[in-house]
């Protein structure tokens, strides 16, 4: 039995989304979330991998889904930035003001990461706080 109109006529009741296109949005979310956890890659000592980690990610599935290629794009500006700025600290280490700003770099780096990562598994676009827009759309 239809839902009755003001008219008394049956309309059909609205559609759903179907569940192959929830599950693909499904996916592009945990895609983001891989896409920002994969710069963790940096903190287990492989080299540039949290540069590499979120490049890969965002280039093999941006085309796919759209929400990979905006948080991607976000995830890659953000480690460039914590890459220029670790690189800045770095000379400042002479003067020792690096010794202390490396390691909150690097806890900086950890924490909005996982911010990021929960974000994205809700479906939520995350903007990192202090990412120089080195990707535009």
């Known amino acids: 039995m239809g839902i009755e109109s003001a008219t008394g006529g049956n309309q059909a009741p609205a559609l759903a989304p179907s ?8 996916r592009g979310h945990d895609w983001a979330v891989f896409c920002h956890l994969a710069a963790l890659l940096g903190f287990i000592g492989f080299p540039f991998g949290s540069v590499v980690g979120p490049l890969i990610v965002w280039l093999v599935k941006k ?5 990979v290629d905006e948080q991607g ?4 500006n953000f480690q460039l930035s914590m890459l220029v700025y670790s690189l800045g600290a770095l000379l400042l ?5 690096g010794l202390a700003l490396l390691p909150a770099l690097k806890l900086l780096n950890l924490v909005f990461a996982i911010v990021a990562a929960i974000n994205a598994g809700q479906g939520k676009p995350y903007r990192y706080p202090i990412a120089i827009p080195f990707l535009r759309k």
């Open 19 to 26: 569940g192959a296109t929830a599950d693909k949005e499904k």
């Open 63 to 67: 085309d796919e889904y759209l929400f």
């Open 73 to 76: 794009r976000e995830a890659l």
């Open 93 to 97: 280490f002479c003067f020792f003001i």
